[in-house]
T-cell receptor, first 115, second 116 residues
Framework: DAGITQSPRHKVTETGTPVTLRCHQT?????MYWYRQDPGHGLRLIHY???????DKGEVSDGYSVSRSKTEDFLLTLESATSSQTSVYFC??????????????FGPGTRLLVL | KNQVEQSPQSLIILEGKNCTLQ??????????LRWYKQDTGRGPVSLTI?????NTKSNGRYTATLDADTKQSSLHITASQLSDSASYIC???????????????FGKGTKLSVKP
């Protein structure tokens, strides 16, 4: 599992409230990713990080922000949660810098319900 | 448009039987193709990864094939077990080795149910 944990694992919140999800890794991987998974869609990239304080947007970044102040932690923040952000959120790390054989390892996921 | 299409969407088979899942892609340029297994309530786990020059890759009872000319891949599961019940996701990387995100395109997955 590449030493990835996510917290919380489940969260229920109300529309308009801020929410922060945490991804923690123990193996010093440089690259970290946040995805969301919804029925009828493949995994979609929200944001990713290629180093401390280095982040970039993915396919579905609107309404989300991220921060990475330490190698081991990658935070995803919903500034003002909306019902459309109800989803399962997965963190992932990549185990090398871009060689063809690299792969991503995923965390266990956070199930978020916005009421 | 870069796309990954998987079929069937869902599949039910009896324990002990074989099955084949399909993945067609239009991603270009092509770097590699991966199959992931995702158990209910868990994150995806990598099964195989194949680059352009590889036709077949096995991982136990799982065998993936790749035809880069027709842009098709299949995942064959032999002698299925109840624990094979999961979603299987095809992921194609569009190259850009130096890129962090590597332009990964995810299929929607095939949900496999293995019944006793």
């Amino acid at each position: 599992d590449a030493g990835i944990t996510q917290s919380p694992r489940h969260k229920v919140t109300e529309t308009g409230t801020p929410v922060t999800l945490r991804c923690h890794q123990t193996e010093n991987h440089r690259y970290m990713y946040w995805y969301r998974q919804d029925p009828g869609h493949g995994l979609r990239l929200i944001h990713y990080s290629y180093g401390v304080k280095d982040t970039d947007k993915g396919e579905v970044s609107d309404g989300y922000s991220v921060s990475r102040s330490k190698t081991e932690d990658f935070l995803l923040t919903l500034e003002s949660a909306t019902s459309s952000q109800t989803s399962v959120y997965f963190c992932a790390v990549k185990t090398s810098g871009g060689a063809p054989g690299e792969t991503q390892y995923f965390g266990p996921g956070t199930r978020l319900l916005v009421l | 448009k870069n796309q990954v299409e998987q079929s069937p969407q869902s599949l039910i088979i009896l324990e002990g039987k074989n099955c084949t899942l399909q993945c067609n892609y239009t991603v270009s340029p092509f770097s590699n193709l991966r199959w992931y297994k995702q158990d209910t309530g868990r994150g995806p786990v990598s099964l195989t990864i194949m680059t352009f020059s590889e036709n077949t890759k096995s991982n136990g009872r799982y065998t993936a094939t790749l035809d880069a000319d027709t842009k098709q891949s299949s995942l064959h599961i032999t002698a299925s077990q109840l624990s094979d019940s999961a979603s299987y996701i095809c992921v194609v990387s569009g190259g850009n080795y130096g890129g962090s995100q590597g332009n990964l395109i995810f299929g929607k997955g095939t949900k496999l149910s293995v019944k006793p």
